[in-house]
C-alpha cells in the first residue's frame, strides 16, 4: 500500500473530505456525499486499523 494511501487512513477525516468531492458528481448532492464519505472513511480506517493490531505479534 502506498505511503499516501497510509497517511490518509490515519486521518479518516481528511480523506472524507477528499473522497466527498468525486461522490459530489457521482450523486449530485453534496449533504448525500459527505454523509456516505464520512462512513467509509471511517469504515475503511477501522479495517486498516485492525489489520495493523493483528499483524502485530503479541508479545
Known amino acids: 500500500m ?3 494511501m497510509k497517511q490518509l487512513l490515519r486521518k479518516p477525516l481528511a480523506f472524507a473530505l477528499l473522497l466527498s468531492l468525486p461522490l459530489w458528481v457521482v450523486f449530485n448532492n453534496y449533504l448525500v ?13 477501522m479495517c486498516y486499523a485492525l489489520y495493523i493490531l493483528k499483524k502485530r505479534k503479541p508479545d
Open 2 to 4: 502506498p505511503d499516501t
Open 33 to 45: 456525499a459527505i454523509m456516505v464519505a464520512l462512513l467509509v472513511a471511517f469504515l475503511l480506517s
